[in-house]
């Protein structure tokens, strides 16, 4: 069981705050014995402040001591593999044996602000060119360019050249298609399917991804996660009331109204009509929520359902207090410890 932190901004919050909460969630789920923390890269979305994972991934290092920190993901075609190398090695060298770098191929926004982060208007070449980045990313990270490649005596630093016991971080794959899960099972490396937004696509991927699953000097077998939204609390009616302020900000995303998460009031106060009721009673139908045995049960229904080896579960709502109590809920159903 692990934590997905969307890092996410409320009405009413700053950013400060936003972040000020994900360092409290992942104090509370090194606490508590969740296996990781991630983060994901997001731009030009008000209702987020995780634009820069590794800059977050930096602080919660320094204000955890064993939960394992990560990207879950950098969107590698926004970037040039040396610069990912570096930052996740710096990373690495800050927390030796904590971190993973979740990649993605998704640009985590909309084509405009794609355009701007890439300087460039062909973005469909991003996305194929994919696999070679990866490749690329990957030869930085082992320093282990050829003979005669046009990079072999370029170094990623901190890294393999400096000597000493330098680890690398764990490198994961992740998607809401099939096709990272192909590309991920090719090549041996453990896989993240994004069913919190794409839970019609979940089987179907975890199918190709154990298909094409070829044994690697990172795994012997297929290993997934599946990021699931659930949100517990004390009673079922308040965990449907916070799910609410989450599926009426993904609408807003999805209709081009992205603003801050909106207050619990607000969202009961919207006049939905009957085409955003249909698209918010859909969205909450994914989100497991409710009593904590609830939660448990809708939690351990998908795992049977999907055979997942991992759940990182996150929870979009406005107040931060109510997501770091469903994590300490969670962790109370599933009888986890209470480290200090």
């Known amino acids: ?76 075609p926004n970037h040039a593999p040396l610069v990912v190398a570096e930052q996740f090695g710096t ?109 019609a696509n979940t089987l179907p991927a975890l199918d190709l991804y154990r298909e094409h699953f070829r044994p690697s000097a990172v795994l012997d077998e297929p290993y997934a996660a599946i990021g699931v939204a659930a949100l517990a609390a004390e009673d079922e009616k308040e965990a449907r009331r916070q799910t609410l302020t989450g599926a009426l900000s993904m609408l807003r995303l999805r209709t081009g109204r992205a603003g801050l998460m909106p207050t619990p009031e607000e969202a009961e106060a919207y006049e939905f009509s009957a085409a955003e009721r249909e698209f918010v009673d859909s969205w909450s139908g994914n989100v497991v929520h409710g009593t904590p045995d609830a939660v448990r049960e809708g939690l351990d229904a998908l795992t049977r359902r999907t055979g997942a080896d991992e759940l990182m579960i996150t929870a979009n709502v406005h107040a931060p207090e109510a997501r770091v109590r469903s994590v300490s809920l969670i962790a109370d159903a599933y009888g986890m410890p209470h480290e200090d």
């Open 1 to 76: 069981m692990s934590v997905l932190d969307l890092v996410n901004v409320g009405v009413g919050q700053s950013a400060r705050d936003a972040l000020r909460a994900s360092v409290e969630m992942a104090r509370t789920a090194e606490r508590r014995g969740f296996t990781r923390h991630w983060v994901a890269e997001h731009h030009s979305m008000p209702g987020v402040a995780s634009s820069s994972p590794a800059v977050i991934l930096s602080h919660l290092a320094a204000h955890t001591d064993r939960i394992r920190l990560g990207s879950g993901g950098v969107m590698l």
């Open 91 to 199: 990373l690495e060298a800050l927390a030796p044996g904590r971190i993973d770098l979740g990649l993605g191929r998704a640009p985590g926004t909309d084509g405009a602000t794609a355009a701007a982060l890439r300087r460039t208007d062909r973005l469909r070449e991003g996305a194929d060119e994919f696999p070679q980045q990866l490749a690329e990313l990957i030869r930085f990270l082992d320093d282990s360019f050829p003979d005669g490649h046009r990079y072999a005596r370029i170094h990623a630093v901190p890294g393999p050249v400096q000597g000493g016991d330098t680890g690398r971080p764990s490198v994961w794959l992740l998607g809401s298609s099939g096709f990272s899960a192909q590309l991920a099972g090719s090549l041996g490396l453990p896989f993240s399917f994004a069913h919190h937004f794409s839970s």
